[in-house]
């Protein structure tokens, strides 16, 4: 059983950068590819991004593509979302996604996982 924490969540104005954080419960986080998606209100959970075990590979939804960065630190049992010139639209709970056996594009084509963290809320303001 894995278990993934989000944190960094928060309120910020459109155009604001913010970065959040998942930590892994696991001493093999580095063989689970690792994904975000988001839910908004009144909205299905949707794909953001995804990397793969060794970082090399990294896919984004064409909606954050160019603005937001995925990217993972095996030694420390975390992946990283940045988040830059937010948009209000981009207002939604935030989910780490971890799987041991998908790939990331995979993960983006199912838009399932194996395990899930909590989320973490981003509200962007206009």
């Known amino acids: 059983q894995v278990q993934l924490v989000e944190s960094g969540g928060g309120l910020v104005q459109a155009g604001d950068s913010l970065r959040v954080s998942c930590a892994a419960s696991?001493?093999?986080?580095?063989?689970?590819?690792m994904g975000w998606f988001r839910q908004a209100p009144g909205n299905e959970r949707e794909f953001v991004a995804s990397i793969s075990t060794s970082g090399i590979t990294t896919l984004y939804s064409d909606s954050v593509r160019g603005r937001f960065t995925i990217s993972r630190d095996n030694g420390k049992n975390t992946v990283y979302l940045q988040m830059n010139s937010l948009k209000p639209e981009d207002t939604a709970v935030y989910y780490c996604a971890a799987d041991p056996t998908r790939s990331a594009q995979a993960l983006r084509i199912a838009q399932r996982a194996a395990y899930w963290g909590q989320g973490t809320q981003v509200t962007v303001s206009s």
């Open positions: 696991t001493r093999t986080f580095s063989t689970y590819v």
